[in-house]
């Protein structure tokens, strides 16, 4: 009986498994995008004024699309604030990211993993965030509810202050 149930779920498992790599993301990259740059693990291309760029790793399993959203230096901490609550409420796979003193808007997944329209959504999310920072900041019609920098307010005692005075640290 216990045999039976795992044949059931050999033909899941292998659907759940995936296979992407260098060649089969540079394929959809060159369908999906126009002026595709560059070559196996670091490509670049353009939507509009956004310059993207998909940066992979076979040997660690890792892929990231970025978007540059903005010099740091420019970017207001309201806008960075947003950013965050945007990364909890409304980017959903795509997270706004500082690194290298720019704002980026990213999505960073398993390369094996990845579905070709996981790929296209993840283009898709990562350009409309870019396109979206400083007024929506959000990377679909998909909102999560809940709150927004303007409307949460930060509480006067910390979490961690709170518990060192009850004794409970």
């Known amino acids: 009986m216990r ?23 540079g394929e959809i990259l060159e369908s999906e995008m126009e002026e595709v740059e560059g070559g196996p693990g670091n490509w670049t291309f353009q939507v509009g004024q956004y310059p993207g760029m998909c940066i992979t790793d076979e040997s660690h399993n890792r892929m990231r699309i970025i978007v540059p959203v903005g010099d740091m230096k420019t970017i207001t901490e309201e806008e960075k ?9 409304s980017a959903l796979d795509v997270r706004y990211a500082a690194a290298d003193g720019i704002m980026w808007a990213a999505f960073i997944h398993p390369l094996k993993e990845l579905t070709e329209e996981q790929v296209i959504d993840a283009l898709s999310q990562v350009f409309s965030a870019a396109f979206n920072f400083g007024t929506t900041y959000t990377s679909t019609d998909l909102v999560f509810p809940g709150g927004s920098a303007e409307a949460d307010e930060v509480p006067e005692e910390t979490p961690n202050e709170s518990k060192k005075d009850k004794g409970r640290y």
């Open 81 to 89: 604030i947003a950013a965050l609550y945007a990364n909890f409420h």
């Open 3 to 25: 045999y039976f149930f795992l044949l059931l779920l050999l033909p899941t498992l292998s659907l759940a498994a995936q296979d992407m790599n260098n060649d089969r993301l």
